[in-house]
């Protein structure tokens, strides 16, 4: 999988622009506030629909511009698509080749892309709603039926967590259920997909520390259930759970088990990488997981997502951009800094200057 060409027409602090990739190492440098995050920020936008900073839509729009306009022609499977999107103050509209997607679920895993930014240590050190939002991102372009159950899981728990603010408990069996059978999907895919991680960034963090440090991921459920619990057994645990505490939740008011209260701890020689970690530890585990799941598409689907790597050379030290660079040679990159010289990369990668909102051929200084 790999992007031919991004388009873009008032988007954020660009006019009308064309940029065509190379299926390699493409480096987009330039001074800060230029436009080099937000031209990841088109690229991210037609693969998931949406951006990944917590913006307004309308504020997307280029100052003057009635519109924003952002399609990606890619490669997949062999296949030539085009990902579009089209926002107006009033709304936006999606489309895959010349169709109009109405849901974001529909585009969602279609154009895969892997995202590293400097707040994705956020991921080590925020809380937990951060990691959830990492494995629900992973697997729900890993599977769409993930991200189906999700989406019904955070609607049935809306209604539910009204009925509880109201007092009103007569139909909570009713709410339960559906919790139940969308959130024992969300858990079951969840402990499968995190036990896949662990086995496979143990050798990648080992490379990086040089075995001088021991990794270890644990899934924090709020039902607790065994790994080898299929997802009836699971939906039959959480209707045990919740019977157990609903005279709890009707009291507190709050729905207080399902997957919404989960969390992922990493630990760095048995301590909690959260609490002990360095920034540089940090910076190996996030490492570790971006590559890991670059892998886990693969695996899943024959083909390499996308990596779009921001203001990595202020976030990874020599060493380590090192190691990424030699881990992602089989794959397409996009990577923004400020000086392409300092990265170091060895062997071939493309060069695009960007200034005020421009994107020209460059040469890496």
Not at 285 to 297: C, D, H, N, P, Q
Request: hydrophobic fraction near 35%.
């Amino acid at each position: 999988m790999y992007i031919n060409s991004v388009n873009i027409e008032g988007f954020r602090n660009y006019g009308l622009q064309n940029v065509e990739l190379d299926p390699g190492i493409n480096v987009f440098y330039g001074n800060n506030a230029q436009g080099k995050t937000n031209f990841l920020e088109a690229v991210y936008l037609c693969a998931m629909g949406k951006s990944f900073k917590f913006l307004k839509e309308k504020n997307l729009i280029n100052f003057g511009n009635d519109f924003a306009r952002i399609s990606v022609d890619y490669t997949s499977d062999g296949i030539e698509r085009t990902n579009s999107v089209l926002i107006k103050p009033d709304g936006k509209q999606i489309k895959v080749n010349e169709t109009v997607i109405k849901k974001r679920l529909d585009l969602i895993g279609r154009l895969n892309v892997i995202l590293f930014t400097p707040q994705e240590l956020s991921i080590i050190k925020d809380g937990p709603a951060v990691r959830r939002k990492f494995i629900d991102l992973c697997a729900g372009q890993l599977r769409k039926k993930y991200l189906f159950a999700l989406s019904q899981y955070n609607k049935v728990l809306a209604q539910k967590s009204k009925l509880l603010k109201e007092g009103t408990n007569s139909s909570l069996y009713v709410w339960n259920e559906q919790l139940a059978e969308y959130g024992s999907t969300i858990m079951w895919y969840r402990a499968s997909l995190i036990n896949k991680i662990k086995e496979m960034i143990e050798p990648i963090y080992n490379e990086i520390t040089e075995k001088n440090e021991k990794l270890g991921i644990a899934y924090i459920k709020s039902i607790d259930f065994k790994d080898d619990f299929d997802q009836f057994r699971i939906k039959q645990k959480y209707m045990y759970d919740i019977q157990n505490i609903c005279d709890r939740e009707k009291q507190e008011q709050t729905c207080l088990i399902g997957p919404h209260r989960d969390d992922i701890m990493f630990y760095i020689n048995s301590k909690n990488a959260r609490e002990f970690a360095s920034q540089g530890q940090q910076r190996s585990i996030v490492l570790s997981l971006k590559l890991v799941e670059a892998e886990l598409f693969k695996e899943q689907t024959g083909e390499y997502p996308v990596m779009l790597l921001d203001d990595i050379a202020s976030e990874l030290d020599i060493e380590r951009r090192k190691f990424l660079f030699n881990k992602i040679k089989d794959k397409q990159v996009i990577i923004t800094c400020t000086d392409g010289d300092k990265l170091n990369i060895e062997g071939k990668a493309s060069y695009f200057y960007v200034e005020n909102g421009k994107i020209s051929c460059g040469n890496g200084r």
